[in-house]
């Protein structure tokens, strides 16, 4: 069998396909099928924009001796099967990687993309992986996994450190402001309230320190005061959240004569 794909027909950026196949309990395999080492994205969270493509890698075992067509992981919430809603723009199987005569592996890219399709911001969060074939012939088999995966809207950072350049021991004042994509509206937005470190690495050293943490204000502004010892590099980092991705400034490089 060569690649499929599949694009999603969805609503509101939840996907309802495969309506066909009814939900199983976790970890069970009826219909004479059974998955196994299912992995999303390394267990990684699924970070997106408001206007790139996102391709999620996935991979899976299934081991059964029907005829079979379509198998693909997912996620989902409020149940697997048809009365749930799905998330994924699209869907790209690799051919089975045979294992023995009954048991095959497969790749799988998932694909969404926020400048095609309408995603609601209320799907920032927690998902569940579920996994899935169609039998030739009709009929199918729908197995949840049982695996968590956190979706999450992107954000970014900015950083200005001034006066440039700055005498040693004078304050330096660093600002920035952090905002996170929007998917209803696909801009960023301010993002208030945001607890976000500063971080410092000195001219000829490899590596960041915290140097305090500060929250942002309600429109996501940053602003805080240091005194100037040495020459380096200024950012701000957001370590995220359940809905909402890390992020860095990039780095403001500040002379201390």
Not at 45 to 63: L, Q, T
Not at 185 to 199: A, D, E, F, M
């Amino acid at each position: 069998m060569g690649k499929q794909v599949w694009r999603a027909v969805v609503a509101g950026g939840a996907a309802a396909a495969f309506t066909a196949v009814a939900a199983v309990p976790a970890g069970a395999a009826e219909g004479g099928v059974s998955f196994s080492r299912v992995k999303v994205n390394g267990g990684k969270p699924i970070v997106i924009g408001v206007s790139k493509e996102v391709a999620v890698p996935a991979s899976f075992r299934m081991a059964t001796t029907r005829q079979w067509k379509f198998p693909a992981v997912f996620l989902y919430r409020g149940g697997a099967g048809a009365t749930g809603d799905r998330l994924w723009h699209a869907i790209e199987t690799s051919d089975c990687i045979r294992v023995s005569s009954s048991v095959c592996d497969f790749n799988e890219t998932m694909y969404f993309d926020p400048s095609e399709w309408d995603m609601r911001n209320s799907e920032a969060g927690a998902w569940k992986v579920g996994a899935e074939v169609h039998f030739k012939g009709g009929g199918g088999d729908v197995d949840a996994k049982g695996l968590t995966v956190y979706v999450k809207r992107d954000s970014h950072l900015t950083v200005n450190a001034s006066p440039e350049p700055v005498s040693k021991g004078r304050t330096l004042t660093v600002t920035g402001k952090v905002t996170r994509a929007n998917w209803e509206t696909r801009k960023y937005g301010r993002y208030g309230g945001r607890l976000v470190s500063l971080q410092f690495k000195a001219a000829g050293t490899a590596s960041y320190t915290t140097v305090k943490k500060v929250y942002a204000n309600g429109s996501g502004v940053l602003r805080t005061t240091v005194k100037a010892s040495k020459t380096g590099t200024w950012r701000w980092v957001y370590y995220g959240n359940t809905t909402t991705g890390s992020s860095a400034s990039s780095g403001d490089y500040v002379v201390v004569k």
